[in-house]
């Protein structure tokens, strides 16, 4: 073991569980000079973080003797930002501690807060919770801080972007000057070094992050698609790599909804992570994907913090990051504790300059690739059916009887091959995709064309996004005109001041004498004009752009307005002025359209 000099009773629990090299944290934070002093710690999760600092405060808890003194307050307390990861540093300590008689109180939400008091005054030495919990028992009187030897701040960054600064200040304002404080976090912004100035004091740095990347343990991919391909692109990569446990990354929690139900369509044993979820429906997926019923988790960034999958390999950004820190913590997930994992991003082509950017500033080199297509899975595929029907296995009587008799009915060739098939029936089917060259993409646009649209005729109205033009009342509004349904237009084309549509040419001279009639029968008191265009959407467009290069600022007001089609259409009383505002007149003419007496309001 080449752990430093440490209580017989630590070393004999880091023996049991077969710790025999220290991780680099574990070994920097009980060099000489770290001893006694406050330690902001740059570590990776999966690290042995939690290891480092149950071994850093030693010293505190233990002093000169073998075993923890009685004490009537706690003398460390471990803030972490999730339940699941509290649970699983109580755990720990429980273990490292265990022989030299540590009392371990954990307070998180999701638990009976009773049992949680009770067990804080039966003289616990060590308090592990959650922000909010710790400072529920704290205002209540049940969590004596007083006698607080060492504080920890288990990623401190997630905390703080989760919102608990508030509980975090009540916490250690609440603690004793003496105290000693170890603030641990993956990265480090401008809000983790701004909490070390104000609650530590000569506080020594230490990063064990290496620079080169953001974790060595792990291999980046990035993945160029288009749009619309990117849950096939997902189906795709989880099949291909076939990881033991996998996690999507989505960026909101409808997101998380909508492709959970997607790939339980496809025959996929997934699980759902987000805020909408209760504690019991997350601790179900949770022991869901521990116990191997589960092997995919979609989630969104929040509602995946703290989770510690020992079996995690595979970590899918189904959406990008928002910044370089949280690619980092979402791919920590995985290659955790010396085990290799991957992390890919799926970029879409427009995309791929911002991925880039955040990937150099994270100082991370990835793999730019295609997604798998179906011969490649098809390849891989092979190859785990070979090794895992070529492993050896144990075999009962009653098996040897079924194989005889189906060698007896059945040819070896034959056999082998419905085992096969058995096999590729339980896994879900392969997307095709679309090949990432332009002439591929383009040949892919033309075949997503609607059949009857071959060849078809451009229609043009002078409505456009400044009259508020939207397709919902457009649709109808065509149907009725033109005497057609909905699936006999095409694509629409909405610009600024006009809008352009696709009729079918056979269609097309009925579809305009039907127009031109209607406008005078529809009884608008300004008809829509619908008229043929011979120059389409595109040079429009650039007409437009040129009248109106400057962009609307994204806190102007949209003008309000909507053109008159029926009058049954219409708001009642209300016309839309050049100002965009609406004002109440008297419209013309109708028993409706009558303007109700002013109320008296002399009381």
Known sequence: MNFPDLPSSLEAALAERGYATATPVQAEVMQADAAGRDLVVSAQTGSGKTIAFGLAMAQELLGDSESMPFAEQPLALIVAPTRELALQVSRELGWLYAKAGGRIATCVGGMNPQQERKALRSGATIVVGTPGRLRD????????????????????????????????????????????????SATMPRPIEALARRYQRDALRIATISEGRGHGDISYQAVTVSPPEIENAVVNLLRYHEAETAILFCATREKVRHLHATLQERGFAVVALSGEHSQSERNQALQALRDRRARVCVATDVAARGIDLPTLSLVIHVEIPRDAETLQHRSGRTGRAGKKGTAVLIVPFSRRKRVESMLRHAKITAEWIDAPDRDAIKTRDRKRLLEKLLEPVEIDEGDRELAQRLLAERTPEQIAAMLVQAHRASMPEPEDLIANTPEARRAAQKERHRPGFEDTVWFRMALGRRQNADPRWILPLLCRRGHITRNE??????????????????????????????????????????ELSDTGPRDVARGNRKRFPARRNADTPRVKARPAHRKSDKTEGKKSGKSGKPFKGKPKGGARGKRAAPKDRRG
Do not use: C, N, W
């Open 137 to 184: 028992h704290l205002e209540r009187g049940a969590l004596d801080l007083s006698g607080l030897k060492v504080v920890v701040l288990d990623e401190a960054d997630e905390m703080l972007d989760m919102g608990f600064r508030e509980e975090l200040e009540e916490i250690l304002d609440a603690t004793p000057e003496s105290r000693r404080t170890l603030l641990f």
């Open 489 to 530: 237009i095409g694509a629409i084309r909405i610009g600024p001041d006009e809008t352009y549509f696709q009729i079918p040419r056979q269609i097309a001279g009925k579809f305009a004498d039907a127009a031109a009639r209607s406008a005078q029968a529809d009884g608008d008191e300004e008809p829509v004009v619908i």
